[in-house]
């Protein structure tokens, strides 16, 4: 992994170290428009460019991020959409909810906060779903289905009801073996990504700025870590004959990597762009900010930013009360080179 500056005064003993490549991005694109990867892909990191190449047309289901084809069966967008409001319900009533005492958040990161939002959204379902939250099926998809095909098997399927969340309900409905598979992936796939990305969000901010001042917003401290380490770093979109009338850089044949990792660090477009500012964000509207794509292009937003501000805002608050801080013998984050973008790990502990 490369080494890339710390990003704030508060942090000055941290060093963010990136995965070769995409230390390698930053290094040799950044402040670029629409430059060429691979002989069939060309990065685009210019707003404008990418501006028209993600308003050009909607995603198609293999380049949406969370709601594939699953199983070879497709999920239409009446279905991502109908399942994105059932967890949305879920996200609402833990956040109405009472939340629970005396919890420990300190630990390592983002593994803690993403078993605390498991157990504050998802509490009530049965081990054979929640056990679908499991950081460690990230590591290859056939783990994945060889715990959702067993899950689907076992005698005593949860019977729908009031005990379950809604999700939970929606899952518990489903009849038959490979009904029960579907429902199970579809669960995960809706309610995964919810945990990782806010644990992994929380998680970066803390790397990138605490300690915070007293008086600086959460939203604030969130929107700074999307920009300096947005979990979707980069969108793609397979080759369509819309681009290339675009920008003529683009041959037929291109795929296209929009990169929100380049553009949220672009000199042209942010001043001192390496450092951790969230006070920019009292003048900034993070929806009409040229080259901040943390939750997609404006024609076609992702539906779960709805869900992760608040509860990133919640968990910030939960560590900010608890007076907990990175340990001061961590002073390298890595972040590897995976689809949800993040630092490895980070230790919390109450503060000396």
């Known amino acids: 992994m490369s080494p890339l500056s710390p990003s704030s005064a508060a942090s000055a003993h941290r060093t963010t170290v990136f995965a070769p490549r995409l230390a390698a991005l930053l290094r040799d694109h950044l402040g670029e428009d629409v430059f060429r990867l691979e002989p069939d892909t060309v990065g685009v990191a210019g707003p404008e460019v990418a501006d028209r190449i993600l308003a050009a047309r909607r995603a198609t289901e293999t380049e949406r991020p969370t709601f594939k084809p699953l199983q070879g069966r497709s999920i239409s967008r009446t279905e991502a959409s109908a399942v994105t409001r059932t ?69 005593g399927w949860p019977r729908p009801g009031e ?35 806010v644990s992994t969000l929380v998680s970066n901010a803390l790397w990138l700025g605490a300690p915070f001042a007293d008086d600086m917003p ?23 004959p819309e681009y290339g009338a675009i920008d003529d850089r683009i041959g037929e044949g291109d795929d296209v990597l929009v990169l929100p990792l380049l553009s949220h660090r672009d000199p042209a477009l942010w001043e001192d762009p390496d450092s951790f500012r969230p006070e920019r964000w009292e003048h900034l509207d993070p929806d009409r900010t040229p080259g901040y794509l943390p939750f997609g292009h404006s ?31 961590q002073s390298v984050g890595k972040v590897p080179l995976l689809g949800l973008l993040g630092v490895e790990e980070v230790r919390l502990r109450k503060r000396n």
């Open 87 to 155: 967890i949305g319900t879920d996200v609402r009533d833990a956040l109405a909810g009472p939340l629970p005492e005396n919890v420990d958040l300190s630990g390592p990161w983002p593994l803690t906060g993403h078993l605390f939002l498991r157990d504050l959204i998802l509490g009530r379902d049965p081990a054979r779903l929640r056990m679908l939250m499991s950081r460690t099926l990230e590591l290859t998809p056939k783990l994945t289905w060889s715990v959702i095909a067993v899950g689907a098997a076992l005698p």
């Open 163 to 197: 005990h379950l969340t809604s999700l939970g309900d929606r899952a518990a409905r489903a009849v038959g073996y490979q009904d029960r598979r579907y429902a199970m992936g579809v669960y995960r796939r809706a309610a995964a990504p919810v945990c990782f990305t």
């Open 218 to 240: 959460n939203r604030h401290i969130i929107h700074e870590s999307l920009r300096l380490l947005p979990p979707s770093w980069n969108i793609l979109r397979n080759a369509s």
């Open 299 to 329: 024609s076609e937003r992702c539906w779960g930013r709805h869900m992760v501000m608040p509860l990133a805002e919640l968990l910030l608050d939960l560590v900010r009360e608890a007076g907990l801080a990175v340990d001061r013998d």
